[in-house]
């Protein structure tokens, strides 16, 4: 072969772009270790989050500066702009997660959601209009659905589902620093630098997140250059070597008597009947969600999606009518939100892998029942003609300079006012970083069990994308509902009165969490499934 066509052959194999499996691709050890998949996979979603946030404290001087909508009209504005986002990510979820069971490999269409996430960006730099915005959001939230469908499922392929909890904590907690860092640099740059500096960083992070998606190798397709056969090396070797290090721990630990009929039962339940309708056997996750557990793992992930979708929709409108704060100052407010979640991420994996879903799940939205309803505390205090006049609105039968007066009686000093705040959103922010953890490990064990009594229905890889899928969907589903409800509230009841709401839906979350997913009661789990077994073809013995 001459120089340059091996050259060239070697270019394309390494770059996965015509894959010879006769031919390793250059770095394959280190491309395919389990380290670099999950640093892929952070650095995907850190991406995500961080062009998300990026435009979040903007979003509002945007619409002031480029489409011209004045600054009293801008909350429904906001709110539309956060909902688009995600509602874009509901639709596609699903459509992510089917395609990715049915192709070889999950890097192509990781690609595929860069390239949706880099176009998004290049609009949103670009936009002078309202439908531009839009439609820029929109292809985020696509790529926001194929980064986390994809993503997720690739950490349970390399790590498997016992390790699963830490290594979710620890992503959250790196990707948390993109929560971190960016509504507080797309604040600083867009007051010192403007649109400029701020897409400017954001074309960097994509720039680094596309070279390690071109190429990261995984555990199946890097198990076929090992073999030199295109068809082995697929996730049924990887749940083999989990079932066999199962199967050894389970011997090591002391059985009690009930032990052998409870997995006996489990694995009754678990499997799914042949004849199952045409729609199962596309969607292979149906059968799946019958199981209480799994439905509640969902909404768990819905509600903390919820619960974000209504801070990020709120903050900066508040900060901006309350203390009369610039994109910079608005962007700050982030910080003591997101460095619980950057510090404690990991420790709540950590919890989940060693207590279970059950204890986190709960604690973590009955503790921020209590802190969201302090969240009523902070005040207006007038420093601007937007504050006064929400001081007249709270006051309808003073003037303006009247109703300053007695609000800066009440409130002291506007430093006060704002240390208040900040030290209760660092709290929720610690109540967030809990809800994280829970509801993806408890669904990811879930539907492992049903692919290990099932693996004629299911095949090699399992419905593992499809999961995601209808995880990310769900997720998103929430950043579609938190913004609408938590803006809507907030315009109608004040933003005292939709936190007190907001604590209502996450004490009803938390009492959810502690019937229905986790822990030991695998009895009850059986005897809720019998009672919930709607699924036609499914015969509960």
Same mark, same amino acid.
């Given at each position: 072969m001459a120089p340059s066509s091996y050259l060239w052959h070697k270019l394309i194999t390494t770059l996965q772009i015509a894959p010879d499996y006769s031919v390793p691709p250059a770095g394959l050890a280190w491309r395919s270790n389990s380290f670099f998949i999950i640093a892929t996979v952070a650095v995907g979603l850190f991406s995500d989050l961080f062009l998300y946030g990026l435009v979040v404290p903007i979003l509002p001087f945007m619409l002031d500066d480029r489409i011209g909508i004045p600054e009293s009209e801008v909350q429904p504005y906001v709110s539309g702009?956060?909902?688009?986002?995600?509602?874009?990510?509901?639709?596609?979820?699903?459509?992510?997660?089917?395609?990715?069971?049915? =192709?070889?490999?999950?890097? +192509? %269409?990781? &690609?595929? /959601?860069? *390239?949706?996430?880099? @176009?998004?960006?290049?609009?949103? #730099?670009?936009?002078?209009?309202?439908?531009?915005?839009?439609?820029?959001?929109?292809?985020?939230g696509i790529a926001a659905a194929v980064v986390w469908t994809i993503g997720l499922a690739l950490c349970l392929e390399t790590v498997g589902s016992d390790k699963l909890g830490r290594t979710i904590g620890s992503i959250f907690s790196f990707i948390? =620093?993109?929560?971190?860092? +960016? %509504?507080? &640099?797309? /604040?600083? *740059?867009?007051?010192? @630098?403007?649109?400029?500096?701020? #897409?400017?960083?954001?074309?960097?992070?994509?720039?680094?997140?596309?070279?390690?998606?071109?190429?990261?190798?995984?555990?199946?397709?890097?198990?076929?250059?090992?073999?030199?056969d295109p068809t082995s090396g697929d996730l049924d070797q990887h749940l083999r070597h989990e079932r066999s290090h199962a199967n050894g721990s389970a011997e090591a630990n002391e059985e009690t008597e009930e032990t052998p009929l409870l997995s006996k039962k489990e694995q009754d339940y678990?499997?799914?009947?042949?004849?199952?309708?045409?729609?199962?056997?596309?969607?292979?996750?149906?059968?799946?969600?019958?199981?209480?557990?799994?439905?509640?793992?969902?909404?768990?992930?819905?509600?903390?999606?919820?619960?974000l979708g209504a801070f990020d929709a709120t903050i900066p409108t508040v900060a901006e009518q309350y203390y009369s704060f610039s994109s910079l100052?608005?962007?700050?407010?982030?910080?003591?939100?997101?460095?619980?979640?950057?510090?404690?991420?990991?420790?709540?994996?950590?919890?989940?892998?060693?207590?279970?879903?059950?204890?986190?799940?709960?604690?973590?939205?009955?503790?921020?029942?209590?802190?969201?309803?302090?969240?009523?505390?902070?005040?207006?205090?007038?420093?601007?003609?937007s504050s006064l006049s929400l001081l007249a609105s709270i006051y309808p039968a003073d003037t303006p300079s009247t109703a300053s007066l007695k609000t800066l009686a009440a409130c002291g000093s506007q430093t006060r006012e704002i240390a208040i705040w900040s030290s209760l959103l660092f709290l929720a922010g610690i109540g967030l970083a809990g809800t994280?953890?829970?509801?993806?490990?408890?669904?990811?064990?879930?539907?492992?069990?049903?692919?290990?009594?099932?693996p004629d229905f299911f095949g090699q890889d399992g419905p593992y994308a499809?999961?995601?899928?209808?995880?990310?969907?769900?997720?998103?589903?929430?950043?579609?509902?938190?913004?609408?409800?938590?803006?809507?509230?907030?315009?109608?009841?004040?933003?005292?009165?939709?936190?007190?709401?907001?604590?209502?839906?996450s004490a009803v979350t938390g009492i959810a969490a502690f019937v229905w997913i986790g822990g030991r009661a695998r009895l009850r789990d059986v005897r809720n499934m019998r009672r919930l077994s709607w699924w036609r073809g499914e015969d509960a013995r």
């Open positions: 702009l956060l909902t688009a986002y995600a509602a874009a990510s509901v639709l596609f979820s699903p459509v992510a997660g089917v395609l990715a069971d049915r =192709v070889s490999t999950r890097q +192509a %269409p990781f &690609l595929l /959601g860069l *390239l949706s996430l880099l @176009a998004a960006t290049v609009i949103l #730099f670009l936009a002078r209009s309202m439908p531009v915005l839009l439609i820029a959001r929109v292809l985020q948390s =620093v993109g929560n971190l860092a +960016a %509504p507080v &640099l797309g /604040g600083v *740059l867009y007051e010192k @630098a403007g649109y400029p500096g701020v #897409f400017g960083i954001g074309f960097a992070v994509l720039a680094v997140d596309f070279i390690m998606r071109l190429l990261v190798i995984e555990k199946k397709v890097a198990a076929r250059y090992a073999t030199k678990y499997r799914i009947a042949p004849n199952q309708p045409a729609i199962a056997r596309r969607i292979k996750l149906l059968p799946c969600l019958k199981h209480p557990g799994l439905v509640t793992a969902f909404l768990i992930s819905g509600i903390q999606a919820f619960l100052k608005s962007g700050l407010l982030f910080l003591p939100l997101s460095v619980s979640d950057f510090l404690l991420g990991p420790l709540f994996g950590w919890a989940v892998d060693r207590f279970g879903t059950k204890p986190v799940a709960t604690a973590a939205y009955l503790y921020l029942v209590p802190v969201l309803i302090l969240l009523r505390l902070p005040r207006p205090c007038p420093s601007s003609p994280s953890a829970p509801s993806i490990v408890e669904a990811g064990t879930i539907v492992k069990s049903f692919h290990e009594r099932n499809q999961l995601y899928g209808v995880s990310s969907m769900v997720f998103s589903a929430g950043l579609t509902v938190g913004p609408l409800v938590a803006g809507g509230l907030k315009e109608r009841i004040g933003y005292g009165n939709m936190n007190a709401v907001i604590a209502v839906v």
